[in-house]
């Protein structure tokens, strides 16, 4: 039997069967499960399923399996319930013992916190879009690279890999738009009109009160915000509107109201906004230096924990508006650096089968800029070597401050970011990744991890 097979007949057996699943999602790393009921879940028995490596009990169930096994899983899954990715079943199917454990779902949801909501929020609207950043950061990196190092862009084959490597950056604000609408409840199309209309060049030609609009003002902020008022609009113009002429008005007159609330009031609150998180972040990183440095990567990995750090996507992508590149980027991404050198301290140190196993399917990951595996399958299970891990990301964090390293695109961390590093300071962020591992791995050698903390991994 097939990995996959054995991991998804695993999640079923402790998650309540396929009839408790209402809805299946997944992203670069884990299966995303929304149950009726979730006190069915056996969460101690899920985290001992063979392949999982870690489980995330929030408003959704989320079980950590690793890049590429994810997609897998999930087409297993997806087989086995008869539900396609994404979808829902549907409301009136459920039973009352069902919906009465949704509504209590729904009201766990309600009493978490704005913050919390906001971001996961964002994560909603960008998580589906970063397996397309991600490859064409790569490709816009490599082909930049490759100029850097003399070959002629104008050669058919680089022109063709630096169109392609940016067509997804040139129209990020539909696809958010788009993804806005639908996270909120929305019509999709209205949400990427929003986003067309906000980055429209045609916006230059206009002028209101003697001056130009700029277009993108506001940026990915503002397409979101906008976006969002097309769904409450939308919602608010259908209740007194005819069903037989629904069709035609409720988009249109959405469309007019949010196109003028946009040019006067979304454009001008949202790029001062913009402007504000990434002055500031960039004017902490330029004062800061070190400690700045050193406390931005340090606590990266908390949020990563909950999830929550897909909620910095737009921000990189501000700064990339903005100034052409990220600072933020390369720091933040010591914190898979300083994991890596940790999980490799536990497999010198450690004899426990199980676990050098988990840490040799985890490292190739960690290495290339993804590192839930190792998150949730070693350090956070083990407790104190995620505060090493954390510890040896903050040495690496405070050099790439130091030397301002910048990234000109995003993508995953790690080695594979090198490609995508501004101002040919590649070897500066490769010596940043070796000083995040070495530190990881003493720190996490020398006090971080004693044998018996393996025996309940």
């Not at 695993?10 to 149950?35: D, F, P, S, W, Y």
């Not at 489980?55 to 087989?79: A, W």
């Not at 035609?248 to 609150?269: C, K, N, R, Y």
Request: with cysteine.
């Amino acid at each position: 039997m097939k990995k996959e097979q054995v991991i998804a007949e695993g999640i079923l057996e402790h998650v309540g069967g396929k009839e408790n699943i209402r809805q299946l999602a997944h992203c670069m790393t884990r299966v995303r499960l929304q149950l009726k009921d979730s006190d069915k879940v056996n969460i101690a028995s899920l985290k001992k399923v063979d392949g999982v490596m870690g489980v995330i009990d929030d408003e959704t169930l989320q079980i950590v399996v690793g890049p590429g096994t994810v997609n897998k899983v999930s087409d297993v899954l997806s087989t086995m319930t008869g539900l396609k990715i994404g979808e829902v079943a549907d409301a009136d199917d459920l039973s009352f013992e069902e919906k009465a454990q949704l509504k209590k779902a729904n009201i766990k949801k309600k009493n978490n916190t704005p913050l919390k909501n906001f971001l996961r929020k964002i994560g909603n609207i960008f998580i589906p879009l970063i397996p397309g950043l991600v490859a064409s950061g790569l490709i816009n990196g490599a082909a930049n690279f490759a100029k850097n190092a003399g070959v002629d862009e104008k050669t058919t084959i680089m022109q063709i890999l630096l169109v392609l490597g940016s067509c997804i950056f040139t129209y990020l604000a539909v696809l958010v738009g788009w993804n806005t609408a639908k996270e909120f409840g929305g019509t999709p199309v209205l949400g990427a009109i929003a986003g067309m209309f906000l980055f429209n060049p045609g916006l230059a030609e206009i002028h209101i009160f003697g001056d130009a609009l700029i277009p993108g003002r506001g940026g990915l902020f503002g397409v979101i915000f906008a976006a969002w008022l097309m769904v409450v609009i939308e919602k608010q113009v259908r209740k007194i509107i005819p069903n037989s002429v629904d069709i035609i008005l409720t988009p249109l007159i959405t469309i007019l109201i949010v196109a003028i609330l946009s040019l006067f009031v979304v454009m001008p609150v949202a790029g001062v906004l913009t402007d504000g998180i990434t002055s500031g972040i960039k004017a902490i990183l330029d004062i800061g230096g070190v400690v700045a440095g050193a406390i931005l990567a340090g606590f990266f990995l908390p949020l990563v924990m909950v999830g929550l750090h897909q909620g910095l996507t737009p921000i990189h992508l501000e700064f990339i508006s903005q100034y052409g590149n990220t600072p933020l980027l390369p720091v933040l991404a010591m914190a898979g650096a300083g994991q890596v050198g940790a999980a490799i301290a536990i497999f010198v140190k450690t004899k426990n089968k199980r676990l050098r196993n988990i840490i040799k399917g985890g490292l190739p990951a960690g290495f290339l800029g993804i590192g839930e595996p190792l998150l949730y399958g070693v350090t956070l299970p083990l407790g104190r070597p995620f505060i090493t891990a954390c510890l040896g990301a903050a040495v690496g964090g405070a050099f790439q401050a130091v030397f301002h390293v910048a990234a000109k695109s995003i993508g995953v961390s790690g080695l594979s970011l090198t490609m995508l590093i501004a101002e040919n300071k590649y070897i500066l962020y490769i010596i940043g990744i070796v000083i995040a591992y070495a530190f990881g791995f003493l720190f996490t050698y020398l006090f971080g991890f004693k044998e018996e903390m393996a025996e309940d991994i």
